[in-house]
């Protein structure tokens, strides 16, 4: 969640005025910051995770789902609620357990949508091996307590986005009609959006700032009895109540695409986020950095999102949609006109991809640079006067490109350096897919790096392996020293590739080819694949054509290793990839096995962690699905499904009742192929075997 604040919202116009003081008074408090805290060292190693649900509306007796829209009572109820303020408390699970943790209470955010829950740890998470196995009790928990403070047929569940959101018809309780004067949408109200003055400001000023509505267009999926070309039915041409209902008129709607119109079918999207302290800035640099090429990895493993205001998409994940849907970039900026008002052409949504790389490794080659990047040289300038060095003055010099878009009126009296609000008006308003966080004003806490990518999964299971598993590649990252760099257009290029429909098995992605640049290799015991893991040392810097340092892999190849998926690829697919040039590639997991191995970790615990690898490892094998696989499979076996890409309400209906009897039985402790033994009678979870494995 974004910066939070109370007062006068300045409508655009206003806004537009002050954007330039805020950016100047924003860099002075970065240099505030910067000051105090770059000499940090010794911050202890925490982590921290972030889920976001959705709040549905379901009963069994009811042919509808709906989204509830009472965050504000449910949060109220959550925070009346005595016993969870009591440091220590930990309520029961529904399975009668109580969860052994070193945790307090869980915490609950507001999110964009007043669907929309987000929960953190009462406290970081942190470096000990057994915090990890707490993780997912405590996911249990913070859903558990959630579900508590909500009317009985109220359910928070982690689907990535409503299936119908948007869609003609009824679809929130309560009702309000589309079209309000801050979103302009014709298929959402802006009673959808978080009531606080943060939100419909923000979703009002990106619309006014680019001169027109958000234009979110996704590809639809083509099945056998989809018409082609095909035109969104859910589209209207005929308003003429706001001057943006000309674009629908002016082609914003374009054939065999979903059309969506507001930054609720962006921002109204779950994901799972994790935040990661460092000891110290250079360490913080460093993860930030080798962290940025897994992001489209990670999003691809994790796809979640192949259903779009009632119909089947052509792609898997949210990331895009998202990016557009807050997409504040005038014509000027896109370059579909000359610049005359504006100052550059903006290649990038300000909720995008990484632009930078920010460490001053020696191993950071010129080369991996974007030599596109744009950014405020007066700025950059300012910070180098301030002390900063080149390359982290030019990652900020370029988030300052961007407007400040929600500005209150009561922050422009006096500039505080005891604050960072004007800084974080910027800086939290930069949506990359890895965030650098330098302290607070205070330096209460440390240099962070918040890793965004992954899509949210359906089970606490699912969210529990995913987080350990980065919190482990941090560890081997560190350990190991390794190096993960490419271009970053290519880690660009990923971020593409990994919203194609199964791309975690049908496409491949630029990867480096050595993360340890030694020629010595050692077997590591217990790898579990039988790959070779190079023996770690620093590198020179490193010499000879960029292009030779990275190749196209797939993620079972990136995930499990070249060995492993040699081994679970078929004959066709292998004679496709004898490209390879016999670098076998060791494979991330069986790296954090080899990690694991030289430390000393129990037995209880290893065979814990051990679960959670075994299910990404067979999520990048595609022994087990993904979430958009699975979605996909339950919409087309569905009776009442046409073949036509059109998700009905029924189909939506089956679809998260299926999600929250799996979240029923996960929170009573219940093993998952119960309801899969089920499925075969007409009255389980189809297919769920195909998604969660015997794991659980």
């Given amino acids: 969640m974004g910066l939070l604040a109370l007062g006068t919202a300045l409508d655009w116009p206003d806004a537009k005025k002050q954007a330039h003081l805020v950016r100047s008074w924003g860099i002075k408090q970065l240099l505030e910051i910067w000051n105090k805290a770059k000499g940090k060292e010794r911050d202890a190693m925490l982590w921290g995770d972030e889920v976001e649900y959705l709040v549905v509306k379901y009963s069994k007796d009811k042919p509808e789902v709906l989204l509830s829209l009472r965050q504000a009572d449910i949060l109220q109820a959550l925070a009346s609620d005595k016993s969870l303020s009591k440091e220590g408390c930990v309520p029961p699970l529904p399975d009668g357990s109580r969860p052994q943790s070193s945790q307090p209470p869980p915490v609950f955010h507001p999110e964009f949508g007043r669907f929309m829950l987000e929960a953190t740890p009462g406290k970081p998470w942190g470096i000990e091996f057994k915090e ?28 990535t986005t409503f299936p119908r959101l948007g869609s003609p018809g009824v679809f929130t309780d309560p009702f309000y009609p589309v079209s309000g004067p801050r979103l302009r949408s014709q298929f959402v109200p802006d009673e959808i959006a978080n009531p606080h003055i943060r939100f419909p400001t923000l979703a009002a000023n990106i619309r006014s700032r680019r001169g027109r509505k958000v234009q979110v267009n996704v590809p639809v999926f083509k099945d056998e009895k989809t018409p082609w070309p095909w035109r969104d039915p859910t589209v209207n041409y005929d308003p003429h109540q706001w001057p943006e209902d000309d674009d629908v008129r002016n082609g914003a709607a374009p054939d065999n695409f979903i059309h969506m119109d507001a930054m609720a079918f962006g921002m109204g999207s779950c994901c799972l986020q994790i935040t990661f302290q460092a000891k110290n800035l250079t360490e913080g640099r460093q993860l930030y950095d080798q962290l940025s090429p897994l992001g489209p990895i990670m999003l691809a493993l994790t796809a979640a999102t192949p259903v779009y205001k009632g119909f089947l998409a052509d792609t898997d994940v949210r990331w895009n949609q998202i990016s557009k849907a807050v997409d504040d970039r005038t014509a000027e900026e896109l370059g579909e006109k000359p610049l005359v008002n504006d100052r550059w052409r903006i290649p990038k949504s300000r909720y995008a991809s990484n632009s930078t790389y920010i460490s001053e490794d020696p191993r950071l080659r010129p080369e991996y640079l974007d030599p596109d990047l744009v950014i405020d040289e007066s700025i950059k300038q300012q910070l180098l006067d301030g002390g900063m060095d080149d390359r982290l003055a030019t990652h900020f010099a370029h988030l300052f490109i961007r407007d400040p878009i929600v500005i209150f009126n009561e922050d422009l009296k006096e500039l505080d350096l005891n604050k960072t609000d004007h800084f974080e008006n910027i800086q939290s308003t930069n949506w990359q897919h890895m965030r650098f966080k330098p302290p607070p004003a205070d330096n209460s806490i440390g240099w962070r790096v918040e890793f965004r990518p992954m899509e949210i999964q359906i089970t606490d299971f699912e969210n529990a392996a995913f987080s350990v598993f980065m919190v482990l590649v941090t560890r081997v990252i560190l350990s190991f020293d390794l190096n993960f760099y490419i271009p970053i257009k290519k880690v660009d290029e990923n971020m593409e590739t990994a919203h194609a429909r199964d791309a975690v098995l049908t496409r491949k992605f630029y990867f480096r080819r050595n993360l340890f640049p030694t020629t010595r290799a050692s077997r590591s015991p217990g790898s579990g694949s039988g790959t070779s893991t190079p023996v770690p040392s620093r590198p020179p810097t490193p010499t000879g054509p960029v292009e030779a340092e990275y190749r196209l892999m797939s993620i079972n190849e990136i995930i499990n290793g070249t ?98 009897r799996v979240g029923q039985c996960e929170a009573r402790g219940e093993r998952f192929g119960g309801l899969s033994v089920c499925a075969a009678e007409g009255g389980g979870v189809p297919m769920l075997g195909r998604l969660l494995g015997g794991f659980r």
Avoid at 589 to 615: F, G, H, K, M, W
Wanted: charged residues 30%; negative net charge; proline residues 5%.
């Fill in 563 to 660: 060995a492993y998926a040699r081994d679970t690829t078929s004959e066709e697919q292998l004679r496709e990839e004898e490209d390879t040039e016999g670098d076998d590639f060791p494979g991330l997991i069986p790296l954090v096995e080899s990690y694991l191995d030289s430390v000393n970790v129990d037995v209880a615990t290893r065979c814990q962690l051990a679960t959670y690898l075994d299910l990404i490892r067979k999520r990048a094998s595609g022994e087990l699905w993904t979430a958009a696989r699975w979605i996909r499979h339950f919409v087309a076996r569905h009776p009442a499904y046409g073949q036509d890409s059109a998700v009905g309400e029924g189909v939506a209906r089956d679809l998260v009742e299926a999600v929250v």
């Fill in 132 to 159: 990890l196995l707490e993780v997912e009790p405590n996911m249990k928990l913070r859903r558990c307590i959630a579900k508590d403070h909500m009317l009985p047929n109220e359910y928070p569940i982690t689907l």
